[in-house]
Each structure stands twice: as structure tokens, then as C-alpha cells.
């Protein structure tokens, strides 16, 4: 089969084997979605060689553990636990310390024509979400996951530091909480996606007067630049959620942080249920993320217009 991978410094598709998993469920891949995390994997990011991608639907072809699975249209989490310590024993594989995670550590990717993840992963999707939109799962649940973190409600007010993306997500999940929610970005063309869903945006170059006034600011620009301009939101005692994978050192102000008294969380993944109902209720607008379709055949071009100032989501079918 074709498979997009990152292995010896040099991204290329490749010709390999159809994967075989003991126990695990295989799946046709019929879409697949590059995310910047695919982008720092080529950087460096996690040290991953292998078939990178993580965000995809596709069709249960094999399911040795789960027949009722067979032929349906599926997403999945992307985190594979052991199933055997407390962690995964509680529910939570995504901390499983023995753990692999599709197309980013020790388990091939999405952009592929197949993947296998185990059966309990994969969820199947509503005949009401296509698949340009149930490619969003992934990402979606991360955002949504936010919620999972840090308490938002109507009465807390959120800023959403950069409009890629993860940004747009972040600010239209958290507005479904009822909370102002706040969308700063530097591109105004990205920024009216999000004025057109009603959430209120602001240029970088125009926060002077709004320093120091909200609660919760999510840092989801990626950029160094994003986490200091996040702390200068930030109200005393207000939470910091950091949400971009961020390659490379960093520069935090710790004594603002402590002085401030400042909260800062991590938010990573999220369940897929609340993401394929927030999809099926035409909740969040995700079409208007995408900016190009190519072939899988063309990965390597569409992995480098992924990484081009003003592209938002590349998708690649099948």
C-alpha cells in the first residue's frame, strides 16, 4: 500500500506492507486530515519514523474483536493503551505510559490507504457528518477537551490566542459553553471565520486596553510570541491553557507566573463522543477550515502547502 512517511530526515511516499495487528481492527483509510503536529513530526518533533498523519475516517475492513464493526464508516481515538495498568484500568489510555499514538509515537499513521488501531478505538460515525467534516474529529476533541481541563461558563471570560487551525476550534468550542470568548489572530481573513460564527476577534496589535482582564487564556498559536501575549491577558490568579504542540525551546516569564499567581494547564487530547455530536448538530463550522484536497499520491506537496502562511486544514483522500 502507499503511506506518507518521515523516516531518515526525508518525508516521501513510500510503497510497504498492509498492516497486520493481532486483535486490532483494520481500516481503509478515505480521508485524512495534515495537522501541525505532522509538520513538527518532520522537524523533529516526538523523534517518530514511520507513516505520520492522525486525523481520519475511514471503513472498518477487518475486525476480528468486534464483527459489528465491519464496513462501518469510522473515526478513532488515536492514543493506544496497554489495557492492563491503572491508568488504562481507570479509563484514561491517553496517559497509558506504555502507550502508542497513530502516526506520532511507536504506531503508523493516517496517511495511509489502511491503519489499524485496536476495536475499542474506533468510533463510528453519523450518517449525518461527511467525511470532510468527520476528518475534524480529532482535532474538534482536542479543542472541546479544553472543557475537560478548565471550568468555563458563561460567567468566565476566555481569550483564544492564535487563528489557525486549532484556534478557530478552540473559540467556537469554548463559545458553546455560553462564555465570551475572544479570538486574537493576525490574519483578518481567518479572523471572519470566526466573526461569522458571532465570536468576537481582535488584531495582535490592537490588546493594549485589554490586558489583564480574562480569566482563561488558551495559547493554541504555536508560536513563542503566543505564550507571552497570553500571560499579559491573564486577570491575577487566572488559568493559562497551553494547547499547541511546540517544537523547540521556550521562554516563559516564571516569575510573572508566580507573582500573578498564574494557573498553567496542559490540554492535549479529547474524546471523540462529544466532538461527533458537536459535528452532527452542525455545532462548529469546519468546512470553512478547509483550504485544499489533494491525492495521497501528492503528499509530499501537500505536506509543504500545509506549512504556507494563510492554508488552514489540507486534506488527502483516498
Known sequence: MKALRYENSKLALAEIPQPRAA?????????SGICNTDV??????????????????????????????????????????????????AGDSRHCPERTVLGIVGRDGAHAEFLTLPAINLLPVPEEVSDRAAVFAEPLAAAWGITERVRVTKEISVVVIGDGKLGLLCAQALALTGAPALLVGKHPEKLRIAAARGIETETVDS?????????????????????????????????????STFHGATNINAARIVVDEISVVGSRCGRFAPALELLKENAVDVESLISEEYSLADGVHAMSRATMSGVLKVLLRR
Do not use: M, W
Open 207 to 243: 490588546l493594549k486596553a485589554r490586558e489583564r482582564t480574562f480569566d482563561v487564556a488558551v495559547e493554541a498559536s504555536g508560536a513563542e510570541s503566543g505564550f507571552a501575549l497570553a500571560l499579559d491577558l491573564l486577570k491575577p490568579r487566572g488559568v493559562l491553557v497551553l494547547k
Open 40 to 89: 513538527e513530526i518532520v522537524r523533529g518533533y516526538a523523534g517518530f519514523q514511520g507513516t505520520i498523519g492522525h486525523e481520519f475516517v475511514g471503513v472498518v475492513e477487518d475486525a476480528p474483536s468486534s464483527e459489528s464493526l465491519l464496513g462501518q464508516r469510522v473515526v478513532g481515538e488515536i492514543n493506544a493503551g496497554c489495557g492492563r495498568c491503572a491508568l488504562c484500568l
Open 23 to 31: 486483535g486490532e481492527a483494520l481500516v481503509r483509510v478515505t480521508l
